[in-house]
């Protein structure tokens, strides 16, 4: 639920007649060359079979845009469970007209079993579409996000030098360059660095906590706890695989895929969206 009441971060589509066209084509292709719900049974033109249906769907598109847009700017913010019902929306007007089109062109009498029955297959089908359109533009929207920060940061922090105590051996202190640092790992007593030196990959072990650690670098928003073993920086971050289960983060050259586990995946989801 969490998830559906983020706003919706993508403005209206300042190219709708395009958009209204590409739907209108994809209504098109599926008919004419896929031929699904019986299509291949009529024994008139099917061109232009398809082409009707293309264009009802291009008009339902047109008048949805007119109807929808004026809502949008009034509805404030604009949040994802909007955006659902908006897209689910659209495509029950659109196949609502196609099936009365359809009725029409195949004359066949329009019964509630036979509407109710399209109205099952449509919200199916609607629903899968609005979890993958929705899915795919909003996680393409926060990896860009992501990587918009993550290059800002890394400017910003060039030439900064950081500390990390030892707590048990003075002078025994780790510096580097911040953005040199990868991630920490706690292993027992101690806590491992890995980082990057005359570029390789090195590793330095050091008798601290990353709660002492995540203390002395508590300024930098960028080194961010991501496991209870773990603490990442974020500047490094090349690649991350996962779900809202967790994700397993690439570090540049580092061959260590660091874990982000499920408790910290939405702190780190409010840090960059």
């Not at 926060?142 to 920060?149: A, S, V």
């Amino acid at each position: 639920m969490s998830f559906l009441n983020r706003k919706y971060p993508f403005p209206p589509s300042s190219h709708w007649l395009r958009d209204c066209a590409i739907y209108c084509a994809i209504v098109f292709l599926i008919l004419y060359l896929l031929q699904p719900f019986g299509f291949s049974m009529y024994q008139g033109n099917k061109l232009l079979l398809a082409l009707l249906f293309g264009a009802v769907t291009f008009g339902c598109c047109l008048v949805y845009g007119f109807v929808e847009r004026p809502l949008i700017q009034r509805v404030s913010p604009w949040r994802i469970w909007h955006e659902a019902l908006s897209i689910l929306a659209l495509i029950l007007f659109v196949g609502i007209c196609n099936f009365l089109v359809c009725s029409v062109v195949f004359d066949f009498p329009i019964t509630l079993s036979s509407f109710l029955m399209f109205l099952y297959w449509t919200l199916i089908i609607g629903m899968i579409v609005t979890v993958c359109s929705i899915s795919l533009n909003y996680y393409r929207h926060l990896r860009n996000q992501l990587e918009t920060l993550l290059n800002k940061t890394t400017e910003q922090q060039t030439g900064i030098v950081i500390t990390i105590h030892d707590t048990n051996v003075r002078g025994n202190d780790l510096q580097l360059p911040i953005n040199d640092l990868l991630y920490i790992e706690a292993q027992k007593n101690n806590v491992a660095v890995s980082y990057v030196k005359d570029d390789k990959i090195a590793t330095t072990e050091l008798h601290t906590t990353l709660s002492a650690v995540l203390d002395d670098l508590k300024e930098f928003e960028n080194i961010f706890q991501c496991h209870r073993s773990f603490v990442v920086n974020l500047n490094n971050i090349t690649s991350a695989q996962g779900n809202s289960n967790g994700y397993q983060l690439k570090l540049g050259k580092c061959t260590t895929m660091v874990p982000v586990s499920r408790t910290y995946v939405p702190k780190l989801k409010s840090f960059i969206a």
